[in-house]
């Protein structure tokens, strides 16, 4: 009988980007970006600190503080993006687009999710920065959820593609947009049969958990996020449109790290953390679907396609080795609750930085 360990399947990948991350600032920001860059070559860091982006100058600065922070000997690219306003003006997008740091601008409803109140209140407010967008090619970043309290809020992105979305999509017939973390059936149909130039990302939560999730033998704040998960028919339709190999759907994590204690609270934040492990829960979901082979297009190669950069050239290793995901990881002072934290999770990253 041999001695030599069992050879354990690996997985060579094209090194993936993210298209939808919260990297934070100051001390979260140090503690989070390295499992970030230590999986993705570049990622969309969205705009929503407290102030928010809502500048190119603070969106370049920004950008410096992530490069800063970037431990010695990695290498990651932040792609920028700027956080628009009721009063976002024609000039600023001018500026955003001349700086060449700054890949699409956000959309947040006033009022939907974290640090949103400084978003926009009426899309018929960002009339000239959308005209602007649309003639520079600079792509329109969607958080796509109704912030009227009155609409259930299992029904809130249904509710704004179908009032503002679809509408602003037909207004602006060359602006790109991304549906960022798309969550529900309305979702994939919606964006399924939108004219060219509309995408949509896709988190490892929805596509891996239904809104059982958030209630399994008690609350579970830690798989709260935004939007929130729905149902186990919408979680098929986000598996199914990524097994049919859609090339408007691609890898954003919506990695969003809160302090534990801002969680485990009266009044949680909303936000799942799972950059410590990205790339690894996608693959273990794509393959218990079968659908493995789908997942370098949509992890490696829609994305770029989209945003019209370069495909990375690296690549990365997965090797399927069970591992046991931390309880809790620093951050800064406080502490950060992982997906599947205390749990076990089927792939590992061959290479973590050390
Ligand atoms: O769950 C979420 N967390 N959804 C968002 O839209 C914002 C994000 C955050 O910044 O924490
Ligand atoms: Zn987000």
Redesign the pocket.
């Known amino acids: 009988m041999s001695s030599l360990p069992p050879r354990r399947a690996q997985l060579l990948l094209r090194r993936p980007d993210d298209w939808h991350l919260?990297l934070r600032d100051g001390a979260a920001l140090r503690a989070v970006l390295p499992f970030t860059a230590a999986r993705f070559a570049r990622a969309i860091v969205?705009p929503?600190l407290a102030p928010p982006v809502t500048s190119t100058a603070l969106a370049l600065a920004y950008r410096e503080r992530i490069l800063g922070a970037l431990p010695a000997g990695m290498r990651f690219q932040p792609l920028m993006t700027l956080y628009l306003t009721d009063h976002t003006n024609a000039a600023e997008i001018e500026r955003a687009h001349a700086s060449g740091a700054i890949y699409g601008c956000k959309l947040y409803p006033a009022g939907?999710?974290?640090?949103?109140d400084a978003g926009v209140t009426d899309v018929a407010h960002l009339a000239p920065a959308l005209e602007t967008m649309m003639r520079l090619d600079l792509p329109l970043l969607v958080?796509g959820e109704a912030s009227d309290a009155r609409v259930d809020v299992f029904e809130r992105e249904a509710h704004f593609i179908e009032h503002i979305l679809a509408p602003l999509v037909e207004r602006y017939p060359r602006l790109r947009v991304v549906l960022e973390?798309v969550s529900s059936t309305a979702g994939v149909q919606f964006v399924c049969a939108a004219r060219p130039g509309v995408a949509a990302t896709i988190t490892p939560q929805h596509l891996m958990l239904n809104r059982n999730a958030l209630f399994s033998g008690g609350l579970r704040p830690h798989h709260?996020?935004?939007?929130v998960l729905k149902g186990e028919r919408d979680r098929r339709s986000i598996v199914e449109v990524v097994a049919g190999g859609n090339p408007r759907f691609f890898l954003g994590t919506?990695s969003?790290p809160?302090a534990r204690h801002s969680k485990e609270s009266a009044c949680g934040?909303?936000?799942?953390f799972s950059a410590h492990a990205a790339i690894e829960l996608y693959a273990e979901l794509f393959e218990a679907e079968g659908i493995l082979s789908r997942l370098p297009a949509f992890a490696s190669e829609f994305g770029p396609d989209f945003y019209r950069l370069a495909r990375n050239s690296e690549q990365i290793t997965l090797v399927k080795e069970a591992w046991s995901v931390p309880s809790a990881y620093a951050f800064g002072e406080a502490e950060l609750v992982p997906l599947r934290a205390g749990e076990t999770i089927s792939w590992r990253l061959a290479s973590e930085p050390a």
């Open positions: 919260h969205m929503n939907a999710t974290t640090h949103s958080h973390h709260y996020c935004l939007p919506d969003a809160h934040c909303a936000g799942i």
